[in-house]
């Protein structure tokens, strides 16, 4: 055993460093002399697979590759060590990886650069423009060290022949090719890149020594023990996994790891894929080389800054309303709820001239409406008894039965007659027909009015409406239902609109998430996305709500103009809906944990478009 395997980097297990990136070190696998290295951000292909706790990304000097190595095993260059070293013998891979080290202390921009090209550059155009949609931190709180508790599983980057720690060599040929192999476990996120070079100094040499002879024995004999397991395992041409071994040799799928010191290492079973599928590293990582590791950082983000709520501009008109000739009924409409939706309705139904009563769990949202034309009332309650017919937009099915069956709730009324009551919230068919058989009980009618677009089309007027319910109703509503929408539908009895209404949003879903993956995709190959996105608009398959979403996922902009959130209730609504049924609907529950991933992410308030985000990382 040579006397390179003796030495170890033990020391007292109080002494604590606390390691960044560019901190010279020197760092010990098993089975190998202590190598000079430096601490450095992940590679991306390091991040993506498992590793241990309590473990840095180490990049290794001559050899000029990536490990993951314990902190236990990791100590300042410049300390005992250093000189414990010097005493040993030194092959010319040491020799050469120490010189290496000095070639570095003395003009760090060689490696630095080949570090940042290995590691992904924090200034990618592809990054940068995503940048936007980030959550308004800058690129330095962008790189901070977060933890949510995610492990990947982490493999080693490429290395070279003179590697401290493997090299591949396929016994079918003569020739080497570089792979290496560190299997580790800890969280995900990248640490921040520091700008300046920093060497933990030890505080003492007595405090980081071998404590005594006994230690060094145990060591050795540890290490001696390691070696002969080995040795023996290449030997062992019968029996059990050596067998295997021998016979997978005889296939030309054997590999044997050397170390610079004569040690070997049987890798036939690793983990590596680059390994057991004999591909070099450096041509099959190269694409991935070029994604920066800041970008899985973004899936730790806690907190990412909520898309700025625009003022509506009640001033503003559209082409649209003004070519149509729309008579307002003498009626008067109520409207509870003034959220993104309700609010376009309610000022296009001003715009046109219908007298309209209006309520608002957020009182300041309806002054702009005061101050148009519009009257206020303090509760749901109180818009029923100012108003025929009374429309209703809010969130969800909840916020929807809390209207009607709450306190100062619709049905406090005790009788509606004379009355009519209009859902315009996104439902499922059983609320639906809960609400409309209270609302019978009260003497008062019903009808489902549900509306499918987008806040920009409720703006324009170009909505699609689907109906059910009372058909007086729906005749009543006409000057409004114009006003709003480009096209009607009255489908029948209670719970048909809902049920056509939730058909269409997964549809809408799930062409959303499709889309959202082709282009993650088309970015992982570094192709434009603003190209894909033109091609596309020469295909058969394009649509003018593919063609939008696509437009903002390759800008980053997630504006809402139909929340996420919405679009995972919707989806939650068709698979409770599909799941009475007993209906298969596999294609839809992905997409709905998609959705709901993205939503975790802190895109909920965001465009439904930001489901990228997700697909993207």
């Not at 680059?274 to 730790?300: E, G, M, Q, V, Y």
């Not at 729309?326 to 109520?334: A, H, K, N, V």
Request: proline share 5%; charged share 25%; with cysteine.
């Amino acid at each position: 055993m040579s006397k390179n395997k003796k030495l170890s980097l033990s020391s007292d297990p109080t002494e604590k460093f606390i390691y960044k990136p560019k901190d010279l070190i020197w760092a010990k696998m098993k089975g190998f002399t202590p190598w000079p290295g430096m601490i450095v951000d992940p590679p991306l292909d390091l991040l993506s697979q498992q590793r241990r706790a309590n473990t840095k990304c180490v990049f290794f000097f001559g050899s000029r590759n990536f490990a993951w190595i314990e902190e236990p095993n990791i100590k300042p260059f410049e300390g005992p060590w250093k000189d414990e070293m010097a005493k040993v013998s030194k092959p010319a891979s040491f020799r050469h990886a120490m010189a290496d080290i000095e070639k570095y202390v003395e003009n760090p921009a060689e490696i630095d650069s080949q570090i940042d090209e290995s590691c992904g550059m924090a200034n990618h155009a592809t990054e940068a423009d995503f940048d936007k949609i980030r959550d308004g931190l800058d690129s330095d709180e962008a790189t901070a060290d977060g933890n949510n508790g995610l492990v990947p599983h982490v493999v080693g980057s490429p290395d070279e022949s003179d590697m401290p720690h493997a090299v591949v060599e396929n016994n079918a040929k003569s020739t080497k090719s570089p792979a290496a192999m560190t299997t580790a476990t800890t969280t995900t996120t990248p640490m921040a890149k520091s700008q300046t070079k920093r060497t933990p100094k030890a505080k003492s040499s007595a405090a980081v020594a071998v404590s005594s002879k006994q230690a060094h024995k145990a060591a050795s004999a540890k290490s001696a023990a390691a070696q002969k397991r080995r040795i023996s395992a290449h030997q062992t041409p019968t029996g059990g996994s050596s067998a295997k071994r021998g016979r997978r040799a005889a296939s030309g799928d054997m590999m044997r790891y050397d170390s610079p010191v004569g040690g070997d290492y049987d890798g036939a079973s690793s983990s590596s894929f680059a390994a057991r599928t004999r591909i070099d590293p450096d041509t099959f990582l190269s694409p991935l080389s070029k994604r920066t590791p800041n970008a899985i950082a973004l899936l730790d983000r806690p907190v990412v800054t909520r898309p700025e709520t625009k003022a509506i501009d009640m001033k503003s008109r559209t082409n649209t309303l003004v070519d149509r000739a729309i008579e307002p009924s003498d009626l008067t409409f109520g409207f509870l709820g003034l959220g993104m939706m309700g609010s376009t309705i309610v000022k296009d139904l001003i715009y046109t001239g219908h007298k309209i009563v209006v309520w608002n769990r957020t009182i300041d949202k309806c002054q702009p409406f005061v101050e148009a034309g519009a009257e206020v009332k303090d509760t749901p309650m109180d818009v029923v008894e100012a108003a025929d017919i009374i429309f209703c937009c809010v969130s969800d099915p909840k916020g929807a039965k809390d209207l009607v069956f709450g306190n100062c709730g619709v049905l406090q009324l005790k009788d509606l007659r004379n009355k009519a009551y209009v859902e315009m919230s996104t439902l499922d068919p059983d609320t639906s027909l809960d609400i409309g058989l209270a609302i019978k009980q009260c003497n008062g009618r019903y009808l489902e009015a549900q509306i499918h677009g987008t806040r920009q089309e409720a703006a324009e007027g170009m909505l699609i409406l689907l109906a059910g319910g009372d058909r007086s109703v729906f005749e009543e509503c006409h000057s409004c239902f114009k006003t709003i929408a480009k096209n009607t539908f009255f489908l029948g009895n209670i719970g048909n609109a809902c049920k056509v209404n939730l058909i269409l949003q997964t549809i809408l879903g799930v062409s959303l998430v499709g889309l959202a993956e082709a282009l993650a995709l088309a970015d992982r190959f570094s192709i434009s996305l603003n190209d894909i996105i033109d091609i596309f608009d020469l295909t058969s398959m394009k649509s003018p709500m593919l063609l939008a979403k696509g437009k903002e996922m390759a800008k980053g902009d997630f504006n809402p103009q139909q929340p996420l959130s919405h679009m995972q209730r919707d989806l939650r609504l068709v698979l409770n809906m599909a799941e009475n049924l007993d209906q298969s609907m596999p294609v839809t529950s992905i997409t709905n944990e998609v959705f709901k991933h993205t939503k975790r992410l802190g895109y909920s308030e965001h465009d439904s478009s930001a489901v990228f985000v997700r697909s993207r990382f």
